[in-house]
């Protein structure tokens, strides 16, 4: 079984990102989904993990000096979306405003469907949520930094057993 935390819109706060890495326990990599990638560079330093990082609508066109890991291969350039092979799971991963989700996750789900996609891991609300869309599993792990609404700061774990995606959102 792989353990992968997944933290999204992080927005510049190491003391979040320090949280959730302790709330974490043992993980064997993470998932940045973007609004401040960058901080993908100070989560791989602090665990030693690799890190898998996409562009959220907050992040530059480029990131001096990040050199942001691939999970589990090392990573080229940071791109918008992406789809990784963990196991036998595929998991689409995205910040997900070019994907409408605040008003829901439905584009992004048939997006992460025609990729053949396990998952689809999306951020940009701030907020929460875990669901099924169909056969998909569909998850914002929210912020740690900045929630929004009633939302408390969170992050999630996956769990990846072959083709099995499991995940559950954790409160710091």
Known sequence: MTRIGVISDTH???AAIDACIGAAGVVDGWFHL???ASDAKYLAERTGKP???VFGNCDGASFSGA???VFPNRQGAITAEAVVTVEKARIFLCHGHTYDV???PYTLSYRAEELGAAAAL???THR???SAFGALLVLNPGSPSRPRGAAKRSFAILEIDGADVNASIKTI
């Open 122 to 124: 999306y951020g940009h």
């Open 102 to 104: 605040d008003l829901a």
């Open 67 to 69: 050199a942001e890991h």
């Open 12 to 14: 510049g706060s190491r």
């Open 128 to 130: 929460g949520g875990l």
């Open 34 to 36: 973007g609004d401040y």
């Open 51 to 53: 890190v898998y990082t």
